[in-house]
């Protein structure tokens, strides 16, 4: 089992940037495909981003590629997800999520964390 903690919400304005972390603990980090996923209110948990076990690679969803980036430090135990050029509609919730399989899916994602805001506004 691994537990997940994200850090990095906040408010930015729109064009800006922010770069979310997610720390996991417990059982070897890179046993474990990482996703980034975000629920604004009244709409369903999407996924944003997927990685896989060694970082080489990676899935976007359309409405951030060119955008976001996400990669891994397996040293660290960390999973990152950079965000450029944001826009109002990426506000939400964004939380880190792990895999045991390479998937977007999800139902895959056993492990969450408890979610970091990401409002975008001016």
């Known amino acids: 089992q691994v537990q997940l903690v994200e850090f990095g919400g906040g408010l930015v304005r729109p064009g800006g940037s922010l770069r979310l972390s997610c720390a996991a603990s417990?059982?070897?980090?890179?046993?474990?495909?990482m996703g980034w996923f975000r629920q604004a209110p009244g709409k369903e948990r999407a996924i944003v981003a997927s990685?896989?076990?060694?970082?080489?690679?990676?899935h976007y969803a359309d409405a951030v590629k060119g955008r976001f980036d996400i990669w891994r430090d397996n040293n660290n135990n960390t999973v990152y997800l950079q965000m450029n050029s944001l826009k109002p509609e990426d506000t939400a919730v964004y939380y880190c999520?792990?895999?045991?399989?390479?998937?977007?899916?999800?139902?895959?994602?056993?492990?969450w964390g408890q979610g970091t805001q990401v409002t975008v506004s001016s």
């Open positions: 999520a792990a895999a045991e399989s390479l998937t977007t899916r999800i139902a895959d994602y056993p492990f």
């Open positions: 417990g059982h070897a980090f890179n046993n474990y495909v």
């Open positions: 990685v896989s076990w060694s970082g080489t690679r990676t």
